[in-house]
């Protein structure tokens, strides 16, 4: 090394430098930053194995420090952002993770929550071991077992609960999947309808409304390409897909595109809005509807499109059957539907300025094909009929015509891509009434934040339950009753918590499981953040690192902190252990292809994958001299398709067209056997005809195309299946009044909006990331300044929220950013923890009391400095880790979409004398006549089911279960076909309060 | 594993060929290359990844920060928005850290980086006083100063610094203002953009596009009250300083006609605390010591075989000088560096022209009481020695008064700390010495030469009288900026007015001090040195108080 430092510099430039001249002189990957310079974003690929860099904290010594870079991907949330991390050759140690240019849907770019990463792996209170309960259970005394004992222990329960034909006791609930579909076919190849998910608390609503246009449960909006961009809530900063969609928003708005964005709570998106709409909650389907009728009544609409695309033949034929089946007669039908939607009206129940409302419908009519549209939970996870807000939005892409087109909304199933894996087991021969409940036939998902109460009933019980990545007891409303049915063992026979760190449902846990980390794990996934394909490998970085430098790792366990491990590795673990000798068909479903009778490992079924599932990657890691398995440890990120286009619109070829039949409607069916499925990406699947033939497209101005997978083919304005079920008044997209509607309230009560995300936070897995708690650890109560007032509250004085079932003690955030009459709470904050076991840095000590029904928790003290490993956790310096809000929140399960309507019509006052910050009180049994009366709107399968199932065939459903137990038992029909209600836009008679 | 031979540039990198010019690689010796950042606040969504990216790159610890996002809310509902600023380093063209540094371990590269070398450090906290953006702090962990630098580390390898890298809607950009084609000089030359504090002259190379007012100006905001901001806590208070206006109303002076709430902001930690205070003091008592004596035989009010002279100027003034030495070291964070100040000093630094005022002074001192101890000791009848403190005082008088007057200098090198951007501020410490000096003289005097106590008094009324004239000035004046009639307002009735008020009344009452004749006269000079150190601590305090960033 020279002595002179310009010289040394030079050197080292020579040598690693990812400068754009000294890459492309060696022949290297160049890749350029945002600031389009000579430095590079990142180091060239060709020097992954071996990159040089200077330490910076040893700087201004140019100390050199050599990595191994290796990609994964980001599990801090749903958008499954690529990363790279940076593992030091000399530790063996992660350093850091940054983003990884390799990945399509991120594009090296990340939030707050990657580099946040490191914080999870280093965590001192990070579970390491395998730990069963000792004593109570919930009592906090834990003693480390071996993964031996504790898997045999499991798997001997549920072999007994398979082999006594108890399939519907073992139940795995899951928050954040990870991986599309690995967990489904293992449950599945027990042979259990036992898959239990977040989504009726989180994202059922908004998947409801797109579903029932398109007969696909998710958006894909290209926003890049946008001319308007119509958000509902914050996806700038908090949203589901956030940084790549945040890109991409961005991105169109520098090139001119307009931004409106309806939010009840000023956002940072809100923020960056052309217009900002702050509406009354629930009234968001109204102003959609509003617009509407400003695109019909002036004629601005797409006429072609709707006239090609919408099943407005069988709308006019079920609802007017009277009428002559013209398009003429169907736009007469549709203006009158829709032209009481006027901006007054709208105003009159938004609060939104009739003026404001007036121009966004400008923007709308102008924006052509180029609207780009998008909700998921918010509004629609708010409110009962909540569904129908991105039902209400999807209809104006819908009469643009901005369908899966450039600036459009795709359909989520064609920007994605799920490889078929090595098996499919079949679907299971058994229906759980626990998650499927005859209330419920159309929900979109689980009933699962219903379980408790189910249970409670008598329902059911569960003799081997397991939380992975899940929390209800801290996630769900009404946790207080989860804990009591966690707590009673002849309900929960085993409670079993897959996690990668403490949460307050596994303190009531039985085993409590150490899972990976983003950088300790393998899944693989796709999600539909631009009009193309990808998928992205995530992996244990230390696995692949030391894969690289030569060595065999058979287990992920040998090269993550202490025991941690996989699920992968795991549910193949388990299932050997739970059918040893295969009698029970099961463990075949979990064996090497290559060597029969072995266990089947990651590298395998991953490797399977990417040789036989995945179109190109074979031929493109060959031309890297890669296997395909390869490639993907080494770049975590495959781009399958760009440019997907409108599928509907595609010709289907004439192999698949044969012996076809054509309803009156144009939909085709075909006796040609189904092509080999390529992608697996999770659509509706529409029944066979009469006779056996598979629905395969629809008949458009003569052309047979895909069309969309509903049971018309086509974009369902008006849903069949609604109609059939008992919801006429539900069956066109329309405005239902919310249950926190102003006339449904009491003149002393204001709405809650629980449901705001922050965006540094991670749900339930924040608490681990301290440079992520130290931004954001508390969730005051945003009050308008008017209201706070009027109560008498100050800046940062204590309020008490009074719910319908109990109260919680907060203090008060004054702000101009939320509407009067409004209040708003973050449900990212309140973590707790009763003893010593948790996570120190962001839960506060708690005391729980329990007297019968009555449920009290009072904060002993929050969060604070301690002695650990990390010298930092000597540096915290916020003690106030906010409140659990939740635990006063009663079920309010929506009668169509399950989904838990979250918005709270609550009393604020400021707080008693003998109040306290963190106080919360619930009456469990105020909660549970709360569950009963919003039973009692529902309208069950076993009333209303048209053809004797417990629920529509054609609707997605995690884990469907083999066709023959969809009917419902014994003769099941009671078949009371409702008479008098028309298929208007009325609102439900029904109250709630 | 093989590699392919036929590796291709990347298609996006293709497409950049137009817009990058052909250049050096590494530019450290080019000459006027400057580094600029663009922070494009029309982008920034307010996430923090750029926050945690530098805490990653950097691993910097809890509790500071390099950069970090502070959010204000701004307007009334329903015309609401929340104005994010990327706030942290300036890169200043004229960085007052550089100058402020005693050891040049704060540097500016060839390149424009303004640099920091951890060796160096001494840990004076003079750069983070003399910085107008509260850009750096001292690592807890290795007690250095340092704030972002560019992430120089990756620049000199062709790497984008990490904040760059990872933003989400490539808010922020890094390059050459002098490279007409790079994107961040078509951005400060084509667009309106704006830059932090422009009438503190330190000429920032961080450009804010689109930045709001009420987030470029830290008083124009509203800070919260009731401890809590939109989803962290507020701390404030003690050495903590945050961002906003603290009044409770408009009247009490935040700079925004708008309605704008501070909603996230880092707290800043005041540089110097009560060790500075009480340095201020001991130091003007060491001056004071000296030149009062020397004051009282130069107008023949005692001889120079007084034990006043002899002894009381060289001790008094000795005792607290060391005190002085003893309490600059043990500020410091990294006390045995203090060396430094020798081995390599930065001569632009009032410290270190302060340190050598203090050693001069000493050094008299030092031979002063060394002469007479010599004369005590019957070396006297060597010639010379007789009237050697006398000869001593032509030096000495000069590096006392430098040694009492230089804090000014060294406060107003605090180029952001309004309230000591005083033009008396020389004068006011002159007279604080004399102040000090009779004070601390009459208590000698009342034992040793009890003649000498009513001129004493007198001396001390009058400086008094002066002191608490420049005091009424300051306060009472119109103030040139928000920020000094924000510190103003905070040593009189804010946090520091319970010092300011307790100092100002113990000090005025040795305006009675001729009038108490010699036993309470000396009382009294006892109660005004006490209030003297309530008032440099009020001042000292509230001149910190003030944020900046």
Same mark, same amino acid.
Not at chain 1, 360 to 387: D, Y
């Given at each position: ?993 | ?38 922070? $494009?606040?029309?982008? @920034? +969504? %307010? *996430?923090? /990844? =750029?926050?945690? &990216? !530098? ?61 920091? $070398?951890?060796?160096? @450090? +001494? %840990? *004076?906290? /003079? =750069?983070?006083? &003399? !910085? ?418």
């Amino acid at each position: 090394m020279n002595d002179d430092p310009t010289k040394r510099i030079e050197e080292l430039g020579a040598r690693v430098s990812a400068a754009r001249e000294a890459a492309e002189s060696r022949g290297e990957t160049f890749y350029p930053g945002p600031s389009r310079i000579h430095l590079a974003a990142f180091p060239p690929k060709e020097r992954w194995d071996d990159w040089v860099e200077l330490d910076s904290r040893a700087w201004p010594d140019r100390r050199e420090k050599r990595y191994m870079l290796v990609p994964t991907t980001c599990f801090n949330c749903e958008s499954a952002c690529g990363l790279l991390a940076y593992v030091d050759r000399e530790t063996l140690q992660v350093r850091k993770f940054e983003g990884n240019p390799e990945h399509p849907g991120s594009r090296g770019r990340n939030c707050a929550k990657g580099p946040a990463t490191l914080n999870q792996v280093t965590d001192p209170d990070r579970i390491l071991y395998p730990l069963k309960r000792v004593g109570e259970r919930g009592e906090g005394r834990w003693e480390r077992v071996s993964w031996d004992e504790a898997l045999d222990d499991i798997a001997g329960r549920i072999r007994r609960a398979i082999v006594e034909e108890r399939p519907n006791e073992v139940m795995y609930h899951v928050g954040r999947p990870g991986e599309d579909g690995f967990t489904e076919r293992v449950l599945a190849s027990w042979g259990v309808d036992g898959h239990n998910s977040h989504t009726n608390v989180c994202s059922s609503g908004g998947r409801a409304g797109y579903h029932y246009w398109t007969g696909i449960d998710r958006p894909s909006p290209d926003h890049a390409n946008a001319k308007v961009i119509l958000l509902i809530s914050a996806h700038l900063e908090s949203g589901h897909y956030f940084n790549p969609h945040a890109q991409r928003i961005v991105e169109a708005k520098q090139d001119g595109a307009k931004l409106v964005v309806f939010d009840t709570r000023l956002s940072n998106t809100a923020t960056h809005a052309d217009h900002w709409l702050s509406p009354w909650p629930g009234s968001e389907a109204a102003i959609l509807l509003a617009i509407a009728n400003e695109l019909i009544a002036s004629g601005r609409f797409d006429r072609e499109f709707v006239r090609r695309w919408w099943n407005w033949e069988e709308y006019l034929a079920t609802a007017h059957p009277d009428e002559e089946p013209t398009f003429e007669r169907f736009e007469a039908r549709l203006r009158e539907l829709y032209a009481d939607y006027t901006f007054e009206f709208a105003a009159a129940e938004s609060g939104i300025d009739a003026a404001v409302i007036g121009e966004v419908a400008e923007l709308v009519a102008g924006a052509g094909t180029r609207l780009s549209t998008h909700t998921w939970r918010s509004a629609a996870a708010g409110n009962l009929g909540g569904w129908q807000v991105s039902r209400c939005l999807f209809l104006l892409n819908a009469l643009t015509g901005a369908v899966a087109t450039p600036g459009g909304t795709y359909p989520n199933a064609w920007n994605k891509f799920v490889p078929v894996p090595p098996y499919l087991p079949p679907h299971p021969h058994t229906w759980n009434d626990l998650t499927w409940p005859d209330e419920y036939p159309l929900a979109l998902n689980e009933l699962s934040f219903l379980l408790p109460h189910f249970l409670k009933e008598g329902r059911g019980r569960l003799d081997v339950y397991f939380t992975r990545v899940y929390n209800p007891v801290w996630t769900n409303p009404d946790g207080f009753t989860w804990i009591e049915v966690l707590t009673d063992e002849s309900l929960v026979g085993l409670h079993v918590a897959l996690t990668p760190t403490w949460n307050e449902t596994a303190f009531f846990a039985d085993y409590v499981l150490p899972m990976g980390l983003g950088s300790e794990r393998h899944d693989l996934h796709s999600y539909e953040q631009y009009d193309g394909q990808w998928i992205g490998f995530r992996q244990p970085v230390l696995r692949a690192a030391r894969e690289r430098s030569g060595e065999a790792i058979a287990d992920t366990r040998e090269v993550n902190p202490g025991e941690v491990w996989e699920e992968n590795e795991f549910w193949i673990d388990l299932s050997w252990r739970i059918d040893p000798d295969g009698a029970l068909g099961i463990r075949r479903y979990h064996e090497s292809k290559a060597r029969p009778g072995e266990r089947l490992s990651v590298d395998e079924y991953y490797g399977w994958i990417f040789e036989n599932s995945v179109p190109g990657l074979p031929e493109r890691a060959a031309a890297e001299g890669l296997e395909p398995l390869e490639f993907m440890r080494r770049y975590g990120a495959f781009e399958i398709r760009k440019g997907v286009g409108p599928v509907h619109e595609s010709a289907v070829p004439g192999d698949e067209l044969l012996d076809t039949a054509t309803d009156r409607f144009g939909r085709v069916y075909t006796a040609a056997p189904k092509p080999a499925a390529v992608n697996l990406a999770p659509v509706g699947s529409p029944e066979p005809d009469a006779d056996g033939r598979r629905p395969v497209g629809v008949v458009v101005d003569g052309v047979v195309r895909r069309g969309f997978p509903t049971p018309s083919g086509r974009l369902e304005f008006f849903s069949p299946t609604l109609w059939e079920w008992g919801w006429r008044e539900a069956s066109v997209p329309s405005y239902p009044r919310s249950h926190v509607h102003p006339t449904a309230l009491a003149t002393d009560e204001m709405v809650l909006i629980s449901t705001f995300r922050l965006p540094v936070q991670i749900h339930t897995r924040g608490g681990n990331a301290k440079w992520l708690d130290e931004i954001a650890h508390t969730n005051p109560l945003w009050v308008h300044p008017l209201d706070a007032d009027r109560l008498g509250i100050g800046e940062g004085e204590l309020v008490r929220v009074e719910t319908e079932i109990g109260y919680f003690v907060v203090k008060a955030w004054v702000t101009e950013g939320i509407r009067p009459g409004v209040v708003a709470c973050s449900h990212h904050m309140g973590r707790w923890k009763v003893g010593d076991v948790g996570q120190r840095q962001v839960m506060a000590t708690v005391a729980l009391d329990h007297q019968g029904d009555q449920w009290a928790m009072n904060r002993k003290r929050g969060g604070g400095p301690f002695d650990s490993s990390d010298p930092d956790t000597r540096r915290i310096w916020w003690t106030d880790v906010g409140v659990h809000q939740n635990l006063t929140f009663p079920v309010h399960p929506d009668p169509i979409s399950g989904q838990h309507c979250w918005h709270q019509a609550v009393r604020v006052r400021r707080a008693e004398p003998s109040d306290a910050y963190g106080d919360i009180a619930v009456d469990t049994a105020k909660s549970h006549a709360a569950f009963r009366r919003w039973l009692s709107i529902t309208r069950p399968a076993s009333d209303h089911s048209p053809d004797g199932t417990r629920r529509p065939y054609w609707l997605m459903r995690p884990l469907k279960p083999a066709r023959d137990v969809y009917n419902l038992p014994g003769d099941g029909r009671h078949l009371q076909p409702e008479e008098g209600a028309s298929a208007g836009v009325g609102r439900p008679k029904a109250r709630l309060r | 594993m093989a590699m392919s031979s036929a590796s291709r540039p990347s298609p996006a990198a293709v497409t950049v060929d137009a817009q990058t010019a052909p250049r050096p690689l590494i530019q450290l010796d080019a000459p006027g290359s400057r580094w600029v950042k663009v922070i $494009d606040q029309t982008r @920034c +969504i %307010g *996430c923090h /990844a =750029c926050t945690t &990216a !530098c805490k990653s790159e950097n691993e910097v610890p809890l509790g500071v920060t390099r950069t970090y996002v502070k959010a204000v809310d701004v307007g009334v509902f329903p015309q609401a928005r929340r104005a994010f600023q990327v706030t942290r380093c300036n890169q200043c063209s004229d960085a007052p850290c550089v100058a402020a540094c005693p050891t040049a371990a704060m540097f500016q590269r060839p390149d424009g980086i303004v640099d920091f $070398d951890k060796s160096a @450090c +001494i %840990g *004076c906290k /003079a =750069c983070i006083a &003399a !910085c107008p953006y509260d850009a750096i702090f001292i690592n807890p962990e290795d007690h250095s100063a340092e704030k972002c630098n560019f992430c120089a580390h990756r620049l000199d390898v062709g790497l984008e610094p990490a904040c760059v890298v990872v933003c989400p809607t490539q808010a922020i950009l890094v390059g050459d203002v002098q490279d007409a084609s790079s994107r961040v000089a078509a951005i400060v030359q084509r667009e309106p953009v704006s830059v932090r504090r422009p009438e503190k002259e330190t000429r920032p190379n961080l450009f804010y596009k689109g930045a709001h007012q009420a987030t470029l100006d830290p008083l124009a905001a509203r800070r919260p009250g009731g401890g809590t901001f939109m989803w962290s806590e507020l701390v404030d208070g003690g050495q903590l300083v945050n961002s906003g206006h603290p009044g409770d109303r408009p009247s009490h002076g935040w700079n925004s006609s708008a309605a704008a709430v501070l909603a996230y902001d880092v707290p800043h930690h005041a540089p110097w605390d009560w060790r500075v205070s009480l340095y201020t003091w001991t130091k003007g008592i060491a001056a004071g010591g000296y030149l009062v004596p020397l004051l009282l035989l130069l107008t023949g009010v005692v001889s120079a075989s007084s034990p006043i002279w002899m002894w009381s100027a060289p001790m008094v003034g000795g005792a607290f000088l060391a005190l002085t030495g003893l309490l600059l070291i043990a500020d410091l964070e990294h006390p045995t560096r203090f060396v430094k100040l020798f081995q390599r000093p930065q001569w632009r630094s009032w410290l270190v022209r302060g340190a050598v005022f203090i050693t001069g002074f000493t050094i008299v001192l030092v031979l002063h009481f060394a002469s007479n101890a010599a004369e005590l000791l019957g070396a006297g009848s060597a010639p010379g020695m007789a009237g050697a403190p006398e000869a001593l005082a032509w030096v000495g008088a000069p590096f006392a008064l430098a040694t009492a007057i230089y804090t000014a200098y060294l406060f107003a090198q605090a180029k952001a700390r309004d309230l000591w951007q005083s033009s008396l501020l020389p004068a006011h410490l002159a007279v604080q010495a004399a102040l000090a000096g009779s004070a601390v003289t009459m208590l000698v005097a009342a034992v040793v030469e009890p003649g000498a106590v009513p001129t004493l008094a007198v001396w001390l009324a009058a400086s008094t009288a002066a002191h608490l004239a420049l005091v009424w000035g300051e306060v009472t004046l119109a103030h040139p900026t928000a920020h000094a009639h924000l510190a103003v307002h905070e040593m009189t009735r804010g946090r520091h007015a319970g010092f300011f008020w307790f100092g100002l009344v113990l000090v005025a009452a040795s305006l009675a001090a001729p009038f108490a004749g010699s036993v309470f006269a000396p009382a009294l000079a006892a109660a005004a040195l006490v209030g003297l150190l309530a008032h440099e601590h009020a001042y000292v305090q509230a001149g910190q108080s003030v944020p900046l960033a």
